[in-house]
């Protein structure tokens, strides 16, 4: 054990954490929570430092194997993912600053271990003087976390690629099958499979589109704000050079705020973001509950999908599969939602000068992107990638409806088509073989008018 001292006493903390007391009494009020931080936040804050580190020490406001062997921590820590000792509950009270604490005990400690010292010995790096110099949790926590929304995002686009090709792709497979549409869950006009996959790729298209605005919705931030955003305590150079550098650790297109005081209380930037995801939320619920009807059965129910089975659907109903995807996709698109609202309104509680809600916001905004990208990778690969049409049954559900006929109506006539919808109702026949039967249209003719390519032309008789 070893002795820790702050403001409101002395503290023994764990031989072997690397965290401090400042940890150690959050973690004592708050407990440790029931999730983890999202890896990609503790990378970005510590990203966040080793920037403030690498400004510092190029200016001489940090001496440099002080500011060395902050970076080597950094380093060390984001190559190994060695984030067990960044323990604070994420919805710790206070604005985020639990976690830029234990961040802070982290790195030093972390650092005076490659510097040949003990932890704990901050009179050589300290967690505040050194670590966090120039900094204060207001601009650190929001730069971090939306450098981590925008690391999410740029994934999230390339899984959106990947499912859009994947129902483009589909398209083109199921482009020569006829269906029935269906409007109210009732018989409407005929229309083709592909079609309905074209939709699809259609709204994911947009999507993608979406996502790429959201990026840059989200790239400004307000390091260098410090407290409430005047900056105090940070020189003018410190606060220019640092978004260079946070730039170049990240690769990422970001942008210091022009108006740091304005960047450090308003949340509006990010209930746009939460929005848009809410909005692709919206989309994967459509598609996967779409799906999951249209795979209904295999017996009893629509049955036009086959999915590829994933896992056993039933302890007592022997060969039972359920679908499982669909249902995973639609659960994840409701939270997702329901994150949203939340967002919303923590964002709008925010008071004066700070949002004192941002660890909320963040906690629900990063875990959305992470079950969004599990959602869309998992219908990409294990639904639609696998899915098959069966022909027999579309054709079956199409030949017996009344939708055909309206469809031809308008070369048959109308009280015609009523005639043969009756006929067919009585005998159980087709409608092909009734209306080729009546002579009303010859079998070529039915066939040429039924034919994928002229499905879905409208105005055109000839």
Same mark, same amino acid.
């Given at each position: 054990?070893? $002795?820790?001292?702050?403001?409101?006493?002395?503290?023994?903390?764990?031989?072997?954490?690397?965290?401090?007391?400042?940890?150690?009494?959050?973690?004592?009020?708050?407990?440790?929570?029931?999730?983890?931080?999202?890896?990609?936040?503790?990378?970005?804050?510590?990203?966040?430092?080793?920037?403030?580190?690498?400004?510092?020490?190029?200016?001489?406001?940090?001496?440099?194997?002080?500011?060395?062997?902050?970076?080597?921590?950094?380093?060390?820590?984001?190559?190994?993912?060695?984030?067990?000792?960044?323990?604070?509950?994420?919805?710790?009270?206070?604005?985020?600053?639990?976690?830029?604490?234990?961040?802070?005990?982290?790195?030093?400690?972390?650092?005076?271990?490659?510097?040949?010292?003990?932890?704990?010995?901050?009179?050589?790096?300290?967690?505040?003087?050194?670590?966090?110099?120039?900094?204060?949790?207001?601009?650190?926590?929001?730069?971090?976390?939306?450098?981590?929304?925008?690391?999410?995002?740029?994934?999230?686009?390339?899984?959106?690629?990947?499912?859009?090709?994947?129902?483009? @792709?589909? @398209?083109?497979?199921?482009?020569?099958?006829?269906?029935?549409? $269906?409007?109210?869950?009732?018989?409407?006009?005929?229309?083709?499979?592909?079609?309905?996959?074209?939709?699809?790729?259609?709204?994911?298209?947009?999507?993608?589109?979406?996502?790429?605005?959201?990026?840059?919705?989200?790239?400004?931030?307000?390091?260098?704000?410090?407290?409430?955003?005047?900056?105090?305590?940070?020189?003018?150079?410190?606060?220019?050079?640092?978004?260079?550098?946070?730039?170049?650790?990240?690769?990422?297109?970001?942008?210091?705020?022009?108006?740091?005081?304005?960047?450090?209380?308003?949340?509006?930037?990010?209930?746009?973001?939460?929005?848009?995801?809410?909005?692709?939320?919206?989309?994967?619920?459509?598609?996967?509950?779409?799906?999951?009807?249209?795979?209904?059965?295999?017996?009893?129910?629509?049955?036009?999908?086959?999915?590829?089975?994933?896992? @056993?659907?039933?302890?007592?109903?022997?060969?039972?599969?359920?679908?499982?995807?669909?249902?995973?996709?639609?659960?994840?698109?409701?939270?997702?939602?329901?994150?949203?609202?939340?967002?919303?309104?923590?964002?709008?509680?925010?008071?004066?000068?700070?949002?004192?809600?941002?660890?909320?916001?963040?906690?629900?905004?990063?875990?959305?992107?992470?079950?969004?990208?599990?959602?869309?990778?998992?219908?990409?690969?294990?639904?639609?990638?696998?899915? $098959?049409?069966?022909?027999?049954?579309?054709?079956?559900?199409?030949?017996?409806?009344?939708?055909?006929?309206?469809?031809?109506?308008?070369?048959?006539?109308?009280?015609?088509?009523?005639?043969?919808?009756?006929?067919?109702? @009585?005998?159980?026949?087709?409608?092909?073989?009734?209306?080729?039967?009546?002579?009303?249209?010859?079998?070529?003719?039915?066939?040429?008018?039924?034919?994928?390519? $002229?499905?879905?032309?409208?105005?055109?008789?000839?």
């Amino acid at each position: 054990m070893r $002795r820790e001292r702050d403001s409101i006493g002395f503290l023994d903390i764990p031989d072997g954490a690397f965290y401090g007391i400042h940890t150690a009494r959050a973690l004592d009020n708050f407990g440790p929570g029931f999730e983890q931080h999202d890896p990609l936040f503790v990378t970005a804050y510590l990203q966040v430092k080793k920037a403030a580190a690498l400004a510092n020490g190029e200016l001489g406001f940090l001496e440099r194997e002080k500011a060395d062997a902050i970076v080597s921590a950094i380093d060390n820590l984001i190559g190994e993912k060695a984030f067990d000792d960044i323990v604070v509950n994420p919805l710790s009270g206070g604005a985020g600053t639990s976690l830029n604490m234990n961040v802070n005990e982290v790195v030093a400690n972390r650092a005076l271990v490659r510097a040949g010292r003990p932890p704990g010995d901050y009179g050589y790096i300290h967690p505040l003087d050194h670590v966090n110099l120039h900094q204060s949790t207001n601009d650190t926590y929001p730069s971090a976390f939306r450098i981590a929304v925008l690391m999410h995002l740029g994934r999230l686009e390339g899984e959106l690629a990947s499912l859009q090709e994947a129902f483009q @792709e589909k @398209e083109r497979e199921y482009a020569g099958i006829v269906k029935l549409g $269906r409007t109210e869950l009732q018989d409407a006009l005929p229309m083709t499979v592909g079609m309905q996959f074209s939709a699809n790729a259609e709204a994911v298209a947009r999507d993608r589109w979406r996502i790429f605005k959201a990026r840059e919705r989200i790239k400004v931030l307000n390091i260098g704000g410090t407290a409430i955003g005047t900056g105090f305590g940070a020189p003018r150079r410190y606060i220019f050079l640092v978004i260079e550098k946070l730039r170049g650790i990240t690769g990422l297109n970001i942008a210091r705020a022009e108006n740091l005081v304005e960047a450090t209380q308003n949340l509006d930037a990010v209930v746009e973001v939460s929005g848009l995801m809410k909005t692709l939320a919206v989309n994967l619920l459509k598609i996967s509950e779409d799906i999951r009807l249209l795979s209904s059965g295999p017996a009893g129910g629509l049955g036009e999908l086959f999915l590829e089975p994933l896992q @056993e659907g039933s302890s007592i109903m022997p060969g039972k599969v359920n679908p499982v995807m669909t249902e995973f996709v639609s659960q994840t698109a409701l939270l997702v939602m329901a994150h949203d609202s939340a967002i919303s309104h923590a964002s709008a509680l925010g008071s004066l000068e700070l949002n004192q809600f941002y660890p909320l916001v963040a906690t629900l905004m990063l875990g959305s992107l992470q079950k969004l990208s599990r959602a869309v990778t998992g219908l990409d690969r294990k639904v639609i990638r696998t899915l $098959r049409a069966d022909p027999d049954r579309i054709a079956a559900h199409l030949n017996r409806s009344v939708a055909l006929l309206t469809y031809l109506s308008p070369y048959i006539g109308h009280d015609r088509a009523a005639e043969v919808y009756l006929k067919m109702k @009585e005998t159980g026949a087709g409608a092909k073989e009734i209306i080729v039967e009546k002579g009303l249209l010859s079998s070529q003719q039915f066939d040429d008018l039924t034919a994928p390519g $002229r499905i879905g032309m409208t105005g055109d008789r000839a």
